[in-house]
C-alpha cells in the first residue's frame, strides 16, 4: 500500500506526464498552421529575428511537419513506461534546439520552452533508477579484439572516401 508522500509523488509525476505529453502533441498537430503564409504576412510588432525565423520556417510546410511528427511521437512515447526515457530524449532534443533558437532569434516563447525541457527534466528525476540503466548500457565497455593494422586501413580508406566525395559532389 502507498504511503501519502509516494501517492503525492506519483500524482505530480502524472500531471507533469500528462502536461507534457498533451502540450507536445498539441504543439506537433499545429506545426503545419503555425507557420502558414507567415512569409507573405507583415506584422511589425514582431521582432526582425522573430520575423527571419518564422519565415524560414514557413518556407517549406515539410519541415514543421516533419518537427511536427517528433514533436507527436515524443508527446506518445513518455506515456508509456516502456518508452518514457526516449520520449524524453526526443522532446529534449527538440526543446534545446526551440530554446537557442528562441534565445538567439528573440522569440517570445523562450519561457514556455524552458517550462517544458523542465518538465521532462523532473520526469527524468522521477526515472532516475531507469534513466541510471540506460546510461550505463550505453557507456557499458565491451572488450573486442582489435586489429590495429585493419583500423589504420580503415582509417586511410576513410580518407579516399572523402576525397572522391569533395571531388564528386
Known amino acids: 500500500m502507498m504511503t501519502a508522500k509516494e501517492k503525492f509523488s506519483y500524482l505530480i509525476y502524472w500531471i507533469i506526464i500528462f502536461t507534457v505529453s498533451g502540450s507536445m502533441i498539441v504543439y506537433g498537430v499545429g506545426k ?4 502558414q503564409d507567415f512569409k507573405s504576412s507583415v506584422n511589425t510588432n514582431l521582432s526582425e529575428g522573430h520575423q527571419l525565423m518564422w519565415t524560414f520556417y514557413s518556407y517549406t510546410k515539410a519541415y514543421p511537419v516533419i518537427i511536427g511528427i517528433f514533436e ?3 508527446g506518445v512515447f513518455i506515456l508509456f513506461n516502456r518508452t518514457r526515457i526516449l520520449g524524453c530524449l526526443l522532446l529534449s532534443t527538440i ?3 526551440i ?4 534565445y538567439l532569434y528573440q522569440i517570445s516563447a523562450l519561457n514556455t520552452a524552458i517550462f517544458y525541457q523542465i518538465l521532462i527534466l523532473a520526469i527524468l528525476v522521477f526515472d532516475f533508477d531507469k534513466v541510471k540503466i ?3 548500457e550505453l557507456l557499458k565497455s565491451h572488450r573486442k579484439s582489435r586489429n590495429l593494422i ?3 586501413v580503415a582509417f586511410i580508406l576513410a580518407i579516399v572516401v572523402k576525397y572522391f566525395e569533395a571531388k564528386i559532389i
Not at 530554446?99 to 528562441?102: F, N
Open 95 to 97: 526543446l534545446v534546439n
Open 32 to 35: 503545419p498552421v503555425q507557420f
Open 72 to 74: 507527436i511521437t515524443g
Open 134 to 136: 540506460v546510461i550505463g
Open 99 to 102: 530554446i537557442i533558437q528562441d
Open 150 to 152: 585493419l583500423m589504420i
